[in-house]
């Protein structure tokens, strides 16, 4: 079984967890930029994350043969901080790095004026950079938040194919569904949304468009959330291969609109996923518009 998960801070993460999740399957993963817990002061602080996102992440990531990808963004929550802000300028340069495979997240978090301005903005960039897009979906009044989310989108002119909505549930999977974007879903211990209920939104909505992620951070989170996932998809009755549309092909199609995204083996680790000591850890090819 091969795993690619959309949506995880691997930052937040132990390199523990990088063996386990290689262990369950995974072969590639995106990191979108988002906050650290407790506020940034300066926009030197978004600027060395950045950095840390593209160059050291990617280099842990690779020692334990996976796949390592950033989303670049002014992330909602710190769209309201004065001094967060100026970082929007910053972002072109970061935008056409190797391995960004989309502006994100963005969005909402209090639907506040502030974040309205760091959205639309940002949708532009999007639009000029072409790149996709990971949108927010607020934790608070989440269908009013996700209404909002699509109006700002269509507004914008951004292709909606372009556009991943994220941290959906059942309230609020229809209207985007029918909106023409992707669907985000996050898999976690407590909160947000559970296998279960996931499986049960596959057999009513089907598998296309639809992404699940572990999106495992500082908190209670679970980095294995995909690959429970897909057992639940198979104890259910979903066939291999309908695992392996939700769990990798659905992402490489979304994230391969960038161009930017390399799912070659690492070197080092053969097709098979296993350590080969023969090779070392140096090299890389980019899959332009990736279909695999």
Known sequence: MRIFDPHIHMTSRTTGDYEAMYAAGVRALVEPAFWLG?????????IDYFDALLGWERFRAAQFGIRHHATIAL??????DPRCVPVLDELPRYLVKEGVVAVGEIGYDSM?????????????????????????????????????????VRESGIAPET?????????????????????????????????????????QYGTERILVNSAADWGRSDPLKTRRTADAMLAAGFSD?????????????????????????????DAAGHPDPAAGFEGNSVLRGARV
């Open 38 to 46: 407790q506020p940034r002061t300066s926009v030197g602080s978004f």
């Open 163 to 203: 556009v991943l909505v994220d941290h959906l549930n059942e309230t609020n999977i229809g209207i985007v569904k029918d909106a023409g974007a992707w669907m985000g879903f996050s898999i976690y211990p407590d909160t947000k949304m559970d296998e279960d209920r996931m499986v049960a939104l596959l057999q």
């Open 75 to 80: 992330n909602p929550k710190e769209a309201n």
């Open 241 to 269: 291969d309908d695992v392996d549309q939700v769990l990798w092909r659905n992402p490489v199609e979304f994230y391969g609109q960038s161009g930017q995204l390399i799912l070659d083996p690492i070197p080092g680790f």
């Open 112 to 152: 506040t004026p502030a974040e309205d301005t760091a959205f639309s903005r940002q949708l532009e960039l999007a639009r000029e950079y072409e790149l996709p897009v990971m949108v927010h979906t607020p934790h608070r009044e989440k269908l009013a938040g996700t209404h909002r989310t699509l109006d700002v």
